[in-house]
């Protein structure tokens, strides 16, 4: 099939239009190779890159499905890409015959998910919950034409059937790399460490009480966190904050436009990926991948088994139990030691790994999808 002819769809129920890897990657990328309509949850913010005005359905979760029914019984399409399980079931119900659906799998929406979602829900209700989801969602990958999944575990825990399956995960765009800075973070005296989205299930609280732990060892006013605020102020983490006296070590900022974020890592030191095991041994972020490109040092958990899959053996960042603070806290130390006396920041020039470059990997996506260019 030749690229001229194509037409997609980005269908999806939960993701929101500024989703990293469902618009700045693969909606972006199919833009490039065909004509690409996204249908989904409304939001205020389009992305500069969305060629054709987006459909959005209703705020209602159950009507947002019945209008995707709809949307999709009366479309024409090559190729419909779905990231979410009830989307998934919807497409197949009223797509063509001669549309191919692409189902791709982020998460483990049958038990991190659910634990995540629930975190107080009585373990034997879990798992009747987790047993269900695991087999309507085998359903659906088993009536999918491909299957994407951004690790191994996306896929091992589903019985294998017609479809075609791959593991093409949290590739980085060579257009989005940059050697600039961040503007609004302009204090190059200062040791600035990005976290990410300030969340405790993202594993924050070891972070925050490694950071009080040094305030012994090092002049603690040039450390500071980067937290981009989350959608819902949380009490827990602003009581945690409080009680650890850091306010003057960390910095609030609002999201950012995803290219941007690429300023944000270049004007810092130490990046930090500190899932807990509850959601970390299984955890395929894309921070991951978007700091080996930018050559920024960084921490994430040991433990993260998908993770190890794409290493590889490299020796990379610092694989460390992200439950434990004294070890966040050491390295945090032992790169503070290096920058101050080194004056790493000013020095430092940005250069890019090609490892997990997607321009590298989409010939790969190409053949599996059966496209020609």
Same mark, same amino acid.
């Given at each position: 099939?030749?690229?001229k002819?194509?037409?997609?769809?980005?269908?999806?129920?939960?993701?929101?239009?500024?989703?990293?890897?469902?618009t700045?990657?693969?909606?972006?990328?199919?833009?490039?190779?065909?004509?690409?309509?996204?249908?989904?949850?409304?939001?205020?913010?389009?992305?500069k890159i969305?060629?054709c005005?987006?459909?959005?359905?209703?705020?209602?979760?159950?009507?947002?499905?019945?209008?995707?029914?709809?949307?999709?019984k009366?479309?024409?399409?090559?190729?419909?890409?779905?990231?979410?399980?009830?989307?998934?079931l919807?497409?197949?119900?009223?797509?063509?015959?001669k549309?191919?659906?692409?189902f791709?799998?982020?998460?483990?929406?049958?038990?991190?998910?659910?634990?995540?979602?629930?975190?107080?829900?009585?373990?034997?209700?879990?798992?009747?919950?987790?047993?269900?989801?695991?087999?309507?969602?085998?359903?659906?990958?088993?009536?999918?034409?491909?299957?994407?999944?951004?690790?191994?575990?996306?896929?091992?825990?589903?019985?294998?059937?017609?479809?075609?399956?791959?593991?093409?995960?949290?590739?980085?765009m060579?257009?989005?790399?940059?050697?600039?800075?961040?503007?609004?973070?302009?204090?190059?005296?200062?040791?600035?460490?990005?976290?990410?989205?300030?969340?405790?299930?993202?594993?924050?609280?070891?972070?925050?009480?490694?950071i009080?732990?040094?305030?012994?060892?090092?002049?603690?006013?040039v450390?500071?966190?980067?937290?981009?605020?989350?959608?819902k102020?949380d009490?827990?983490l602003?009581?945690?904050i409080?009680?650890?006296?850091?306010?003057? =070590? $960390?910095? &609030? #900022?609002? /999201?950012?436009?995803?290219?941007?974020?690429?300023?944000?890592? !270049? *004007?810092?030191?130490? @990046?930090?990926?500190?899932?807990s095991?509850?959601?970390?041994?299984?955890?395929?972020?894309?921070?991951?991948?978007?700091?080996?490109?930018? =050559? $920024?040092? &960084? #921490?994430? /958990?040991?433990?993260?088994?998908?993770?190890?899959?794409?290493? !590889? *053996?490299?020796?990379? @960042?610092f694989?460390?139990?992200?439950?434990?603070?004294?070890?966040?806290?050491?390295?945090?130390n032992?790169?503070?030691?290096?920058?101050?006396?080194?004056?790493?920041?000013?020095?430092?020039?940005?250069?890019?790994?090609?490892?997990?470059?997607?321009?590298?990997?989409?010939?790969?996506?190409?053949?599996?999808?059966?496209?020609?260019?």
């Amino acid at each position: 099939m030749k690229s001229k002819e194509l037409k997609f769809i980005i269908a999806t129920s939960s993701h929101d239009i500024n989703d990293i890897r469902v618009t700045y990657r693969f909606l972006n990328f199919f833009q490039k190779i065909g004509e690409v309509q996204w249908i989904g949850p409304f939001s205020n913010m389009i992305p500069k890159i969305i060629k054709c005005a987006p459909v959005f359905l209703n705020k209602n979760h159950i009507f947002r499905l019945l209008s995707l029914y709809f949307k999709i019984k009366k479309s024409c399409s090559d190729y419909i890409y779905v990231p979410d399980p009830d989307a998934l079931l919807v497409c197949i119900l009223a797509k063509k015959s001669k549309t191919k659906i692409i189902f791709d799998i982020h998460e483990r929406y049958h038990d991190d998910l659910v634990s995540l979602r629930y975190p107080n829900l009585n373990k034997h209700i879990k798992k009747m919950i987790s047993f269900i989801l695991l087999k309507l969602i085998n359903y659906g990958v088993n009536k999918s034409d491909f299957v994407i999944g951004v690790g191994p575990s996306r896929l091992d825990c589903f019985k294998k059937g017609n479809e075609k399956r791959i593991i093409f995960s949290h590739y980085v765009m060579k257009e989005y790399l940059t050697s600039n800075k961040l503007d609004i973070i302009t204090n190059e005296n200062r040791f600035n460490i990005l976290f990410g989205k300030a969340l405790l299930s993202r594993g924050l609280a070891p972070v925050l009480k490694a950071i009080a732990m040094l305030k012994n060892k090092v002049p603690i006013l040039v450390i500071n966190l980067i937290l981009i605020r989350p959608n819902k102020a949380d009490k827990n983490l602003d009581s945690l904050i409080d009680a650890l006296n850091l306010h003057e =070590n $960390l910095t &609030f #900022i609002d /999201p950012l436009p995803y290219p941007e974020m690429f300023k944000l890592m !270049n *004007s810092c030191q130490l @990046g930090i990926i500190a899932y807990s095991r509850d959601l970390g041994v299984f955890c395929v972020p894309n921070r991951f991948f978007e700091y080996y490109t930018m =050559n $920024l040092d &960084f #921490i994430f /958990p040991s433990f993260a088994e998908d993770l190890s899959y794409f290493l !590889n *053996s490299k020796e990379v @960042g610092f694989p460390i139990d992200t439950e434990n603070s004294l070890e966040i806290a050491n390295v945090i130390n032992d790169k503070y030691l290096n920058w101050s006396s080194s004056k790493e920041n000013n020095m430092r020039n940005i250069e890019f790994s090609t490892d997990f470059l997607w321009e590298n990997k989409q010939n790969e996506l190409l053949k599996f999808l059966n496209i020609n260019i």
